[in-house]
């Protein structure tokens, strides 16, 4: 139920029930820790990503969960504890240490947060992409716009549909005078606001398709737009469109697709399409 998306209240009666055979099971605890994540009652989903991470502390997403959890509850000073084992994990290093930053710059040491920051800047974009764009707003605030810009580009080239690093180039922008630039990147942002903060139910359909076609039209290194505006046209029954899409992503970006994956992608959506 949970993997479909289906009614949280539905999902919590089941897994409460389950809770009750069983209350220390991890994965019960884990799920349990997610829906009440998303009805955004915070201090249950801690008590039970608490519970899960007693028999799985490995679990460094978990624990991610938890410092989540805990700045959501103004609870900067253990959330800056639980940091600890998260800065020495290569996967969970890039988000601990945004993290770690905002706590410090909340509790007023800037500099000490622009330090931890700094040392964002070499690590993989992909995993790091909160740090650096964290960086750059803090630079663009001190009148660094150059740097800022080149940071916010960097977390983009990580995350292509990081918010807060495309709401930092249309910032920087407009501060470097180029209002055109701005608008541009305005425009992307909203675009996936619309994406991802609007329910889409059946009848609006043809809204999200519009939202998609947009995207892979105006900004093409959102490369994730490319299979998703596919799979919606071919959920329509436009399969010719759909293969249209995946033609255009290969030929746009045919040196991040490997020949297996490209032919892949091609008997997927143009197997049986006439070219």
Known sequence: MQ???????LILAALKAAHALNPDAYGVNRRLGEVYGELKLHVEALTHYQRARVNKPEAVEDGLAVVRLLLALDRHEEALEELAPLLTDESTRGEALF???????????????????QSATTADPALAYHA??????????????????????????????????LRGMADVC??????????????????????????????????????????????????????????????????????????????THSELVEPEEASALRDAFCSGVDS
């Open 99 to 117: 993290h770690q930053a905002r706590i410090l710059d909340f509790l007023g040491d800037r500099a000490a947060a622009l330090d931890i920051l």
């Open 174 to 251: 407009r501060r470097l005078q180029r209002p055109e630039e701005a608008q541009h990147w305005d425009r992307i942002l909203t675009l996936f606001l619309d994406l991802t903060d609007n329910v889409f139910a059946r009848k609006q359909r043809a809204a999200r398709r519009r939202t998609l076609t947009a995207l892979v039209t105006e900004y093409p290194a959102w490369t994730p737009g490319y299979r998703q505006l596919a799979l919606h046209l071919r959920r329509d029954g436009d399969g010719a469109a759909a293969c249209e899409v995946i033609r255009d992503f290969l030929e």
């Open 132 to 165: 650096i764009s964290l960086n750059g707003r803090f630079l663009m605030e001190d009148g660094d716009f150059s740097t800022a810009e080149i940071l916010f580009r960097q977390a983009l080239a990580g995350r292509a549909d990081y918010k807060e690093a």
């Open 3 to 9: 993997d479909a998306r289906e009614d949280p209240q």
